[in-house]
């Protein structure tokens, strides 16, 4: 009599692999998460720097950090929210400004909103040079 050989795969066999594969992203994920949350921290920074560069533009033409009528500037639109596929994730705003500083200031919102970090802030102080 012959035996059949039957090549394949056995129910254990196929439990061990879901298993392994279970356990892997099980410790893949929360890695992923944090390198998602990293990304918008620096896409919400490279968003402070471009609004710095403008505050620093509108005071090489008016000669301060506030507008003609005495308040802090609005900043344009582009440079208010921080999106990344379609969701806002932080709100960037000109959180205080007066003749010679200013700061800014992105808040978390939606995704980001319970992020470790927080609010980011830039906060342009002047340096003053004594000279004898």
């Known amino acids: ?18 298993a392994v ?3 892997l992203s099980a410790l893949a994920y929360p890695s ?7 990304r918008d921290r620096l896409e919400a920074i490279q968003l402070l720097y471009e609004a710095q560069q403008f505050m620093e533009r509108f005071y090489s033409v008016q000669g301060s950090y506030l507008n003609a009528a005495g ?20 709100a960037v705003q000109i959180e205080q400004a007066d003749a010679l500083t200013y700061q800014l200031r992105a808040e978390p919102q939606g995704a980001m909103r319970s992020d470790a970090c927080g609010a980011l802030t830039h906060e342009d102080v002047p340096i003053v040079v004594f000279v004898r």
């Open 1 to 18: 009599m012959k035996r059949l050989r039957v090549s394949g795969l056995s129910l254990i066999e196929l439990m061990v692999v879901l």
């Open 32 to 38: 992923y998460q944090q390198h998602l949350a990293r």
């Open 21 to 23: 594969i279970g356990v």
């Open 71 to 90: 308040q802090k500037p609005s900043l344009p639109a582009a440079l208010q929210t921080v999106m990344v596929d379609g969701q806002t994730l932080y």
